[in-house]
């Protein structure tokens, strides 16, 4: 059974850089593809990148130029380094996995970003 814990999620100043991070156990993370997805209050939760179990990457437009996804395979992790961070991009954080691209079925529990401005 895959599980999966982020990290890394805090207060953090506009313009300021955050780097979240999600660990799996019980699998090897590098056979999915692995996705972050937010949700603010009161919206709809959206994704925001995505990597591939062959490495290609997907990211939101609003979020292209200022996020990176990658994945550590000797950590069994995959993070999402954040830049130029904005108030809008302030949400809850989930990483979430599947065999598909598109077909989630792992969710993590969700990490907390707040970005002041």
């Known amino acids: 059974q895959l599980q999966l814990v982020e990290s890394g999620g805090r207060l953090v100043q506009a313009g300021g850089s955050l780097r979240l991070s999600c660990a799996a156990s019980?699998?090897?993370?590098?056979?999915?593809?692995v996705a972050w997805f937010r949700q603010a209050p009161g919206k709809e939760r959206e994704f925001v990148a995505r990597?591939?179990?062959?490495?290609?990457?997907d990211y939101k437009d609003s979020v292209k130029g200022r996020f990176t996804i990658s994945m550590d395979n000797t950590k069994n992790t995959v993070y999402l380094q954040m830049n130029s961070l904005k108030p809008e991009d302030g949400a809850v954080y989930y990483c979430?996995?599947?065999?598909?691209?598109?077909?989630?079925?792992?969710w993590g529990q969700g990490t907390q970003v707040t970005v002041s401005s």
């Open positions: 979430a996995a599947g065999i598909l691209i598109g077909s989630y079925h792992y």
């Open positions: 019980g699998v090897t993370l590098r056979l999915y593809t």
């Open positions: 990597i591939s179990s062959s490495s290609m990457t």
